[in-house]
């Protein structure tokens, strides 16, 4: 378990999820994109303006474990997805 | 029966619709696709019960099921009549377990998602899967079937093995199965059918009306086999194919079957469900059962009717049906020409 937790861990590059399930994600409810939060360590919907957690490597898509993000300006979040998205 | 079961919950439903302007709407949704899903949004399962059903069944999970391995396997068993490979693959809820154990190297898979909706569900896959080193490469989701977070065009093949009977709005569920898909990807389901626990069925109602006067809904509403065709052509897959299968579990008491039930997150969910069994009606179920249906060794069958589906998703390889009025010979010519011999 360990050992491979570990392994999952080295070979990605998304905050604890493999590169390759990263690559297929969709926010659930707007099928857009999703970018990772280093800050929250989450899943961010810039389009539906929600995040959503990551518990022990696993994405968690559920609508109702989604967040609002209204604390933020919507500027700034173009802005982190641009950036996210070049690297 | 079945039929009746399933008028009843429409009439419910039909009340609830009208009712529902006053009550708070909790669901998110989005403007484009929360509308396709609104406009045809109709609850009669209670999807957080049910995955608290699926909580509970990630512990009480046997290490294997015949039921739902015998199940898992047939479904898999397709995936050897096509030539094609199917390198990504993606499972939705329900008894994936079971898909993971009977996948034996079948369909070329390289990479296999796992969704459930059920936090302990997913982890206790991921807990079985670290115990074995071979097969696909794994990943594990947490989402829901109704509002599924895969990207389009990226998988290969989707299964979903004895989850989709669960599901409020299966055609939209279907539909963005299909936009998931890549062209020429394969949509494979297995669900419960109509005919499925009917003996359960008859002793709750008959038990329920003996004690308590009434009934109270304690099944699904369940797909009948033309449904499964309607489906798979409303949600725009290609090449459908259905066919059904019919299993009988024998059991020693109707209580072990009830076991079964909650090992297998099967139990009821819907939504107008009674919340209250007493314990009176409940054994009395259970006698019913074992004197109308029970045999000689002691023993009571419980049938499970599994309606398997197969849809591609639409690909210019794929062979199609000609315009209509394009045919430029007619049939008696044809029967002239080559069916002479048969008149």
Sequence with gaps: ?87 | MASGAAAAARRLLLLRHRRRHLVPNHHFSSSSAGEELDGGRVKIFDRDLKCRHRDRAAWAMRETDPLVDAVADNLLDRLEDCRKAFPSAFCLGGSAGAVRRSLRGRGGIEKLTMMDMSVDMVNKWRELESATDDGPEMHFIVGDEEYLPIKENSQDLIMSCLGLHWINDLPGAMIQCRLALKPDGLFLAAILGGETLKELRIACTIAQMEREGGISPRMSPLAQVRDAGNLLSRAGFALPGVDVDRYTVKYNSALELVEHLRAMAETNALFQRSPILKRDTALATAAIYQSMFGLEDGTIPATFQVIYMTGWKEHSSQQKPKRRGSATVSFGDIRKQFGSNQD
């Design chain 1, 1 to 87: 378990m360990m050992r491979r937790t570990t392994a999952l861990l080295l070979r990605h590059a998304v905050g604890g999820i493999p590169q390759a399930l990263a690559d297929v994600l969709v926010c659930p409810l707007s099928k857009k994109p999703l970018r990772y939060c280093e800050v929250s360590g989450s899943l961010v919907s810039d389009a539906g303006r929600m995040s959503f957690p990551i518990a022990d490597g696993i994405p968690c898509l559920l609508p109702k474990d989604g967040k609002l993000l209204e604390d933020h300006p919507r500027e700034s979040g173009y802005e982190t997805s641009s950036r996210d998205s070049s690297d």
